[in-house]
């Protein structure tokens, strides 16, 4: 159980990069970073899951369906859902309606899963939320209420939404599955159903000149190796141990690890607020995933 966890924030602060990365390469088109990401991944998983696939054959043909599921939802359209955000909305926006992830994960662990919801739980992701939102916004509570939710924020609600159902996939199939066989099987299947989209988008946009960029590829490779075959196995295996809600709560960790990221990367600076926020955060996390259970007297 420790291990999942530790997985889980591991995870955490592999994603923090991914919408600074994201915007950082954002003047490449959505799809085509979303289908070099999953093709990098797809090579770099090759090697280690090439023999468990084809030992398991078996195992994708009986569960084709699910597979192309969690291709079609946490592999290529909430990627590209996200990379198409970035460009119309801020980063900041964008943290703030990922936050809401785990309460969009609770619900439907309990409407299709009828996972047990305990009050700690809801409490918790609601503490946990609120440090998201006040690290986010430094503590200003009018800088909060003027933010202007547009496209771009409704298109990453769109994205939270998929990657919520995604993670609902996971949890009933995920079991199934041998750990590099499996991430194999999927990151394989988003390729093959990221191509006739990529050409469309080629054919209407034109190919992107700035993908020889060597900034571009730097972002690509990280997408690729990190959030998308690392983060991608060790998020699996944590959902497949503590179920869907439980380890989305981990996701509000995103802006307290970005914050430290840009205090010891970019050199900012912490203020008070940030670290009353990312106390919260911690808390809302510990709250949902930690039992505390009164020890019996001996």
Not at 193 to 206: K, S
Not at 230 to 257: C, E, K, M, R, T
Not at 268 to 280: F, K, R, T, W
């Amino acid at each position: 159980m420790i291990r999942s966890y530790i997985f889980l924030l591991i995870t955490v602060m592999i994603f923090s990069g991914n919408l600074i990365v994201g915007k950082a390469i954002n003047e490449l088109p959505p799809i085509t970073i979303a289908f070099f990401r999953t093709l990098i991944a797809f090579l770099v998983v090759l090697p280690f899951g090439i023999k468990q696939f084809r030992y398991y054959y078996k195992i994708w043909r009986e569960n084709f369906w699910p597979l192309v599921g969690i291709a079609l939802t946490g592999i290529t359209t909430f990627n590209v859902l996200v990379y198409l955000s970035l460009n119309f909305t801020t980063s900041t926006n964008a943290g703030i309606v990922e936050a809401t992830t785990p309460a969009f994960a609770m619900v439907l662990s309990y409407l299709i899963l009828k996972e047990n919801l305990k009050p700690k739980h809801i409490i918790g992701t609601v503490v946990s939320f609120i440090g998201a939102l006040w690290v986010l916004t430094s503590g200003s509570i009018e800088r909060l209420l003027q933010l202007n939710f547009n496209i771009g924020d409704l298109t990453m609600l769109l994205a939270v939404i998929i990657w919520a159902f995604y993670t609902l996939i996971v949890k009933q199939h995920n079991h199934k599955f041998p750990i590099f066989g499996g991430t194999l099987a999927m990151v394989g299947l988003g390729v093959v159903i990221l191509v006739p989209a990529v050409l469309v988008e080629w054919f209407v946009l034109g190919f992107p000149a700035q993908i020889t960029q060597t900034s571009n590829w730097s972002g690509l490779l990280y997408l690729g190796i990190f959030p998308s075959f690392i983060a991608l196995v060790l998020w699996n295996q944590a959902v497949s141990d503590l179920g869907p809600s439980l380890s989305s709560v981990f996701l509000n960790l995103l802006p307290f690890f970005t914050t430290i990221g840009a205090i010891i990367f970019l050199n900012e600076e912490v203020v008070s607020a940030q670290i009353l926020g990312g106390v919260l955060v911690v808390v809302g996390v510990i709250m949902v995933n930690v039992n505390f259970k009164k020890r019996k007297m001996t």
